[in-house]
């Protein structure tokens, strides 16, 4: 196979298995869903549940190898898709614009914009979801 289908399908495995673990994960499932399902029988219905499916493996492990696994077998499922129709590759190529993948170097899920108020800040300041589990009052 074309090593630029392999690598597309592998881009957009990789982008895939990101989404899983991002605050537009069901926007990117719905959107995997489409491009799949629009290319297999049976659509996108059954897609989206097995796309949830991997993702609660994911995020239930949080392993290097059950991402690797699931980063494989979405890689076969879309390159099958490219192999299978030429239109394919113009569409995965919007769809990983949209999710805002630039491949292993570049960003990751799309800009983020912060704004701090309340006062002055006089030193650093961290963004994060979880610091710790202290509990006040």
């Known amino acids: 196979m074309d090593p630029e289908v392999t690598a597309l ?4 495995a990789t982008a895939l ?8 994960w069901t926007h990117a499932r719905d959107r995997v869903a489409a491009f799949l399902g629009r290319r297999r029988d049976g ?5 989206a549940g ?3 499916e991997a993702r609660a493996e994911l995020t239930a492990s949080r392993d290097a ?6 980063r494989v077998e979405w890689r076969n499922r879309m390159r099958r898709a490219l192999r299978d129709d030429p239109e394919a590759a113009r569409e995965l190529r919007a769809l990983l614009a949209e999710l805002g993948y ?6 990751r ?8 108020s309340g006062g002055v800040q006089h030193g650093g300041v961290i963004q ?3 610091v710790g589990d202290v509990h006040l009052g």
């Not at 298995?17 to 537009?24: E, F, K, S, T």
């Not at 190898?65 to 699931?70: I, K, R, S, Y």
């Open 9 to 12: 399908a592998a881009a957009g």
């Open 17 to 24: 298995v990101q989404a899983m673990v991002g605050d537009g």
């Open 43 to 47: 659509g996108e219905d059954g897609l």
């Open 50 to 52: 097995e796309l949830d």
């Open 65 to 70: 190898t059950v991402e690797e696994g699931l």
């Open 102 to 107: 630039e491949g292993e170097g570049g960003a």
């Open 109 to 116: 899920g799309g800009a983020a914009h912060n704004t701090i």
């Open 128 to 130: 994060a979801h979880t």
